[in-house]
């Protein structure tokens, strides 16, 4: 078989865990294979850029995000018609446009990708729940495969309605040489940030969005500050910065303003993820594998976490699984931790960088995409007439 023309599409190229599992998934697929393109409904964001300066071409359909628009069908068929093979969409909007589009541009087969584990009108939009909802009356018909990068997103979406005999589970991969125990950043970082090198730091990485729950976190570290009061809590992320008002409150509230540092948004995960003495997440819902989890552990850093998604999944007996929404559990399983000696402490540090090499490295999952993606180009190749198929590269 010639080298098969992939196209990805994406809702836009800004900064979220489904871009940056694209980045990984682009930066690692064999390129003797494929021919790999991504667009974005929307622009180009930053993940878009880095991906240019690796070499892989990046178009935007200039979208307006948040609107529907009609012609956006029509408008990505033309940016696929004779030139793929696969198109492999991300997320609920670029599903629903995807899927319709690679069938005006010539039934080329189609495989989307769920991200969400659960859907809620409090913290999804509207349009959001909608979407996903025709999708799931569409998915008899529009797509060859469903791709799921979680099983708890698998059976939400079964059901919602998706068609069970399509879904498959892709988990997130890491790069674990990017992501590995790096004793020297631990001490830049905590130079940086003020922190005494024997302070215990408690970690938390995402952007400030109501699925994220700040505030169990921020009541939690009040909770563990009064038992530790030598504790430091680091937080990072969009939006993450102390003039945000529901944030400042919090910190007033909870007692957590001198020993709580919002970092905003941070380049530099992994030396800041080296530096922590256990990892967070304190999601409420809608994630369905955390990338920064995964992140943590494999940089040799044991986490508590709330049970969303695959999330106990992810840790298994390496860390703590905590009911979502309780800040006396999620403090509690903090306190374990850092009660541990070191040496025991290190142990499970390592066990978690081991579960995440075993399980999730990127170049197993990379080789799953890439099996998929040949067995839908060889099934589309059989079924298209000889005139709608791309040129032979």
């Known amino acids: 078989m010639s080298r098969i023309s992939l196209v990805h599409l994406i809702t836009g190229t800004g900064t979220g865990g489904a871009e940056l599992m694209l980045e990984r998934l682009v930066s690692r697929i064999d390129r003797g294979s494929f021919d790999v393109r991504v667009i974005s409904l929307t622009g180009v964001g930053e993940v878009g850029e880095r991906m240019r300066l690796a070499a892989t071409a990046v178009e935007g359909a200039g979208l307006r995000r948040g609107r529907l628009d009609p012609r956006a069908p029509w408008i990505v068929a033309g940016m696929l018609r004779g030139c793929a093979d696969v198109v492999q969409t991300w997320m609920y909007h670029a599903d629903l ?3 319709f589009a690679a069938r005006l541009a010539g039934r080329i087969p189609v495989a989307w990708n769920i991200r969400h584990s659960t859907l809620d009108p409090s913290r999804d939009r509207r ?3 909608l979407t996903a909802r025709a999708c799931a009356l569409l998915s008899r018909a529009v797509p060859q495969a469903i791709v799921c990068c979680s099983n708890a997103s698998k059976q939400t979406h079964e059901r919602l309605g998706y068609d069970a005999s399509k879904m498959i589970v892709i988990p997130n991969g890491f790069d674990t040489e990017r992501f590995s125990p790096d004793p020297g950043a631990r001490g830049r970082i905590r130079a940086e940030l003020g922190i005494d090198p024997s302070a215990a730091v408690v970690g938390l990485v995402a952007r400030l969005h109501p699925q994220k729950d700040h505030g169990t976190f921020l009541r939690a570290a009040g909770i563990l500050l009064a038992r530790r009061p030598g504790t430091r809590f680091v937080l990072c992320g969009e939006g993450v910065i102390p003039s945000d008002p529901s944030l400042a409150r919090l910190l007033r509230d909870t007692g957590t303003g001198e020993a709580a540092l919002l970092l905003g948004r941070r380049d530099d995960i992994s030396a800041l993820q080296a530096a922590f003495d256990v990892g967070a997440s304190s999601a409420v819902g809608g994630e369905g594998f955390p990338n920064v989890i995964a992140e943590a552990m494999a940089c040799g850093v044991p986490c ?8 106990a999944e992810i840790v298994g007996d390496t860390g703590i699984v905590v009911p979502a929404g309780d800040p006396e559990a999620l403090a509690a399983g903090w306190e374990r931790i850092l009660s541990m000696p070191q040496a025991e402490r290190a142990r499970l540090g390592l066990a978690a960088r081991g579960r995440i090499e075993e ?9 799953r995409y890439e099996e998929l993606y040949r067995r839908l180009a060889a099934a589309g ?3 298209a007439p000889r005139s709608t198929r791309p040129a032979a590269r």
């Open 97 to 99: 446009i995807g899927g």
């Open 127 to 129: 349009t959001t729940i």
């Open 304 to 311: 508590v976490v709330t049970d969303v998604g695959d999330s």
């Open 359 to 367: 399980r999730f490295d990127l170049a197993s999952v990379t080789a």
């Open 381 to 383: 190749r059989r079924a």
